[in-house]
């Protein structure tokens, strides 16, 4: 269990954050973020202020293309469309921070090893180590038709392909090893060859012949994040990642997940990586006012804009099924984690479609926590401790007024509790996330 809880603010570079029509509420930002850097810098500086770890931006290229197996209903309701470039947002976001961890996904399927290393690592090793990387295989169909596949690869096999992938990024961030770096005025020699390794690597899917492209950073390569919670999912983020998120629906669910990463990381002999699971903290002055909050925001959803997000997610067209009947697994080549976690029984009965894609339109599936500031601190205080996660990616409803609210309200709570710190401990991403 980590020393303190861990925040990470969950992000997307596009109209919405993860509460579908949530650019058309009342006093969201949003729209105006889009084509306004400073919105952006204003945000990271407010998570600084706050003592986060991390912005993390996910990022789901292509369009949502699965429900009515059409895109139209993603473009109709701005659901992650237009999906603007994270990494892009990464160098400026570093520029006006000091101590903030700063994450994008980039996608297996829609970059090559020495793109992903070259971009990521010269942010990571400008911002002086604050870079993180969410690694995805792309499960997406509307990724990789805009990419030009055909078709999406087979579940495992993208995580093969991934494996492949990693290697060779461990060998190009290994590539330019210890006083490698002269850079001598006088003799003209900047780096000492013999101790830059060439990376000669053929494999099934890729192939790289080359040196490292960017000089180590101050903790070397980014953070590596992991979301996959199927079988070869699991095995995948415990092997290569540094931390791993989750989202599950409530809290027996976590507690399964947390003995299911446990049991497989034992048996690959491996230490299992700390989780951070997806939560919304719902803020109000009051529980009631908070329940109203929730409330409001399911009552402005529309149906068919959860579905598209969520029948994308699943890889499955959930056009014409029986909204108030239990949702039933289906054989996907998307999402088979989420899947799984969304069609078991975690509590008295089993979820409906319905209740699905609205917590699908809420957030992606991940868990309201609503009340109070001390309420919801409470229950960010105990699930830590029940399940001896990380801490959280918490995405917000209204942006920015949500984030400000924690970072005002909540926050001191837990820094009271001397469960969340009151100054940045390290320098980079990794020592403030307890890694290094
Ligand atoms: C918390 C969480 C965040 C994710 N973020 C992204 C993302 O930003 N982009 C993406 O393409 N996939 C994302 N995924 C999908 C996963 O990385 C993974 O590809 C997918 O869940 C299928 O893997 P699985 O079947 O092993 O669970 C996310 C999944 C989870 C659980």
Redesign the pocket.
């Known amino acids: 269990m980590s020393k303190q809880i861990h925040l990470v603010s ?1 992000q ?1 570079h596009s109209p919405i954050n993860h509460t579908v029509l949530s650019w058309a509420a009342p006093g969201d930002n949003r729209l105006d973020a889009l084509g306004d850097l400073r919105k952006w810098q204003d945000l990271a500086r407010t998570l600084e202020r706050g003592k986060f770890d991390g912005l993390f ?5 292509g369009v949502f293309d699965r429900y009515r197996d059409s895109h139209e209903d993603a473009v109709k309701y701005g659901v992650c469309w237009p999906s603007h470039d994270p990494v892009v947002l990464l160098s400026a976001l570093a520029a006006s921070t000091e101590n903030l961890g700063l994450a994008a ?1 980039m ?1 297996t399927t829609a970059y090559k090893p020495w793109s992903i290393v070259r971009q990521l690592s010269t942010i990571d090793y400008l911002s002086g180590g604050r870079v993180g990387w ?7 169909r509307g ?1 990789h038709r805009a990419l030009g596949y055909s078709e999406v690869m087979e ?1 495992d096999r ?2 093969d392909a991934a494996d492949e992938f990693m290697e060779i990024c461990y060998r190009l961030w290994g590539s330019i090893g210890e006083g490698a770096i002269i850079a001598d005025r006088e003799s003209g020699v900047f780096a000492d060859p013999d101790k830059v390794a060439f990376v000669d690597y053929h494999g099934e899917f890729f192939n790289c012949e080359t040196v490292g492209p960017v000089l180590p950073s101050a903790q070397r390569r980014p953070v590596l994040f ?9 095995r ?1 983020g415990i092997e290569h990642g540094d931390v791993v ?3 599950q629906p409530n809290l027996p669910g976590m507690k399964r997940y947390m003995g299911q990463l446990q049991d497989a990381a034992a048996s690959l002999g491996r230490k299992a990586p700390g989780v951070l699971f ?1 939560v919304q903290p719902i803020l109000g002055g009051t529980e009631e006012e908070a329940r109203r909050n929730l409330d409001d925001l399911v009552d402005r959803l529309p149906l068919d804009g959860c579905l598209a997000r969520l029948s994308g ?1 699943m890889g499955v067209d959930f056009a014409g099924i029986d909204l108030d009947k239990p949702m039933q697994e289906q054989a ?1 080549n ?6 799984k976690a969304f069609t078991s029984v975690l509590g008295d009965r089993p979820f409906t479609l319905r209740e699905v894609a609205i917590k699908w339109g809420l957030a ?1 599936g ?1 868990p309201q926590l609503v009340g109070t500031p001390e309420q919801v601190a409470d229950q960010l205080e105990s699930i830590w401790r029940e399940t001896g996660c990380h801490g959280y ?1 918490m995405t917000p409803n209204v942006m920015p007024s949500s984030i400000e609210a924690f970072v005002d309200e909540v926050v001191p709570i837990l820094q009271k509790r001397g469960v969340f710190r009151t100054e940045y401990e390290g320098r980079t991403f990794a020592e403030n996330l307890e890694l290094a």
């Open positions: 969950f997307i931006f996910a990022d789901t290229p996904t996608s969410n690694i995805v295989t792309g499960h997406l990724e579940h993208r995580y992991q979301a996959g919670t199927s079988g070869r999912g699991l995948f998120f989750s989202i997806g997610t996907t998307a999402s088979q984690g989420l899947m992606v991940m990616n």
